[in-house]
């Protein structure tokens, strides 16, 4: 049998074992014996549906919860009190209050995370990890 460790939403390690190891509640693993074509590491894991999709080739769509989840509560704190003076940052909110999802790749949201970067309220290793849906450890 062939088994994925998934971490946040992707795959993380494949292996191989005779029956479905039995770890800790927070360690999820999924037998992808069956899956056509075969996930690979790196590949991106729907929890909601269970699907595996290479990454880059389906946009990742998130509610706006899913989405600031991926931001740490520091983050979040200070791109809150930084958007009671900063215009943009505060449109940006305004947004995600009226949007039914955000999807990662929209040219909005990445020139956001880019401004959240030029202001050095995330850095951009943090940017990139919210881009590809990674939660904060």
């Excluded at 880059?56 to 919860?65: D, H, R, S």
């Amino acid at each position: 049998m062939k088994f994925a460790q998934i971490q946040g939403n992707k795959v993380h390690y494949i292996f191989e074992a005779d029956e479905q190891p039995q770890f800790a509640s927070n360690i999820l693993i999924i037998d992808i014996t069956n899956e056509d074509p075969q996930p690979q590491e790196g590949w991106l894991y729907d929890h909601d549906s269970g699907d595996f999709s290479e990454p880059g080739t389906k946009p990742i769509v998130l509610t706006v919860y899913q989405f600031r989840k991926l931001f740490t509560l520091s983050e979040r704190a200070t791109i809150t009190t930084a958007s009671k003076t900063d215009g943009t940052i505060a449109a940006f909110l305004d947004d995600l209050k009226v949007a039914p999802d955000v999807e990662l790749d929209d040219s909005d949201v990445t020139a956001a995370l880019d401004y959240f970067v030029l202001e050095s309220l995330i850095t951009s290793a943090r940017k990139d990890e919210i881009l590809a849906n990674t939660p904060p450890e």
